[in-house]
């Protein structure tokens, strides 16, 4: 079983960053990649972003050159990883879930969620 623990939500005016942070914990030895996907009210899940254990990372469109993906490879601290999050909008709102698997779309477990709220 893997934990995953989200932080770094909040409210945020349009144009503000946020920066989310996800620590894994448990059976983490399977983890080959991290990710982020969010939910908007009566909207479907979809994936924002995600790295592999190698660095390869993944961006939904709507968030390329405003959202960056990164994970700390570092001995114990090598399952945190972050989502730094600039120029947001406020289609940006969501709750944002961190997740890990085999692969991006291969996940096998999630974090509780944490909102983010952006404001015009």
């Known amino acids: 079983q893997v934990q995953l623990v989200e932080s770094g939500g909040g409210l945020v005016q349009a144009g503000g960053s946020l920066r989310l942070s996800c620590v894994a914990s448990?059976?983490?030895?399977?983890?080959?990649?991290m990710g982020w996907y969010r939910q908007a009210p009566g909207k479907r899940r979809e994936l924002v972003a995600g790295?592999?254990?190698?660095?390869?990372?993944?961006?939904?469109d709507s968030v390329k050159g405003r959202f960056t993906i990164s994970r700390d490879n570092r001995g114990n601290a090598k399952n945190r990883m972050f989502l730094q999050m600039d120029s947001l909008k406020p289609e940006d709102t969501a709750v944002y879930y961190c997740?890990?698997?085999?692969?991006?779309?291969?996940?096998?477990?999630w974090g509780q969620g944490t909102q983010v709220t952006v404001s015009s």
């Open positions: 448990g059976s983490t030895l399977g983890i080959n990649a």
């Open positions: 790295i592999t254990r190698d660095g390869n990372t993944k961006y939904v």
């Open positions: 997740v890990a698997g085999f692969s991006i779309t291969a996940v096998s477990a």
